[in-house]
């Protein structure tokens, strides 16, 4: 069977991620549409407004045949580290093809874009140490460098997709037989889109901030969605007093230890957290040119986490394949490719699992924490059938 990998959040999954499905399974001629969803927590450093399992479950309606997911150690993390774990987890489903969505403005090769940066790793850091501003970020940094080097090369502020399909492609070029890339461009609503310009798709941000706002998002979610959406949401301030209490008790060594804390950050935290009222507003004392929102948002979910440099290298030491749910058809794919797995695949959580991977029944449990609706996420739990 062949079959075509996805890497999604689906914070919450709509109608734009629906064509995204359906136009993966057209170009790739695919039997089954594989998708590494991110678990709780995202890639940019925020809680996913409806938990796994519901994501999971929307998806698997709307045209997904197995969803997996990609655990918060890697989730979790910038461009290169989310796509280093996702990919890793589709070359071993021995997935053919990456089919990703793209925001990029004009057609661009992304295959060929890293392999001219495996070549040229020489120059490329040559140029780095000439260009590099010191009050930049090192994604800054490495832009204006690629700018000079690669005529082609064009990011702005509100392409994210376009970033990750780039660390997508340098990450396939470590496997001997690489996923296929074919990118299709985004319809309708950029990323950060806020409005609701088409009668049917939105952003997955402007849908977020509808329903704090109290909106309707009928139109832009699928029935499974829009149900989920009635029950229990979360975000960011759920999870606030329990910041300020670890940022306020903890001594400054113990917040050093914190993943990616750096350059004396726990200073930083321990003299706004009091004086900010909401998670929002600490951010917006937080953020400088050098840290910016995404990074501090990163930053405080480790926090949250209470999880330190070593025991993030030990979670990444360790990778696996939780299976979420699927369809007939990606059970019967998963069945197929089960015995040439190089990765743990987990259907039910035990103990020994629990043990394990301690760092993402962790991070599950205090996801639970931000609503009490939120039910068990790992013990006593099955994967999904869709039977479809």
């Known amino acids: 069977m062949k079959a075509c990998g ?75 580290f989310f796509a280093a774990g996702a990919i890793k987890i589709l070359q071993d489903l021995q997935c053919d093809s990456l089919c990703f969505g793209t925001d990029a403005k004009e057609p661009f090769d992304y295959a060929k874009f890293a392999q001219f940066e495996k070549e040229n790793q020489r120059m490329i850091d040559d140029a780095f140490q000439r260009i590099a501003r010191q009050n930049a970020t090192y994604s800054q940094n490495m832009s204006a460098v690629l700018s000079e080097l690669y005529p082609e090369y064009h990011v702005e502020k509100d392409q994210p997709n376009h970033l990750l399909g780039m660390a997508y492609a340098r990450e396939v070029l470590h496997y001997e037989k690489p996923l296929r890339l074919v990118p299709i461009q985004r319809v309708a609503a950029s990323y950060h889109s806020e409005q609701f310009d088409h009668p049917t798709i939105a952003s997955a941000t402007a849908i977020r901030q509808a329903i704090k706002q109290g909106a309707a998002v009928a139109d832009f979610v699928p029935e499974a969605t829009q149900n989920f959406l009635s029950q229990a949401t979360v975000d960011w301030e759920a999870f606030w007093p329990y910041l300020q209490y670890q940022i306020i008790s903890a001594p400054l060594e113990k917040l050093a230890a914190i993943y990616q804390m750096e350059e004396g950050l726990e200073y930083r935290l321990k003299q706004y957290v009091t004086a900010a009222d909401s998670f929002a507003d600490f951010i917006k004392l937080l953020k400088t040119k050098r840290y910016t929102q995404t990074r501090l948002q990163r930053l405080a979910c480790y926090v949250l986490f209470q999880v330190t440099k070593a025991e993030m290298k030990e979670a990444q030491e360790h990778p696996f394949i939780r299976v979420l749910g699927y369809t007939k058809q990606g059970q019967h794919y998963l069945k197929e490719v089960k015995k040439e797995l190089t990765l743990p695949l987990i259907a039910k959580f035990g103990k020994q699992e629990a043990q394990r991977y301690g760092l993402s029944l962790r991070i599950d449990q205090i996801y639970q924490q931000g609503n009490a609706q939120i039910t068990e996420q790992n013990f006593r739990r099955i994967p999904l059938f869709i039977d479809k």
């Open 6 to 80: 996805l890497v999604v959040e689906y914070n919450p999954f709509h109608h734009g991620h629906q064509y995204h499905v359906d136009k993966a399974r057209q170009v790739t001629n695919a039997d089954v549409v594989v998708a590494v969803m991110s678990g709780n927590f995202l890639q940019r450093g925020e809680p996913a407004i409806i938990d796994k399992w519901q994501r999971a479950q929307a998806a698997l309606q709307n045209g997904v045949d197995l969803v997996v997911e990609l655990p918060s150690a890697w989730a979790v993390q910038s461009a290169d």
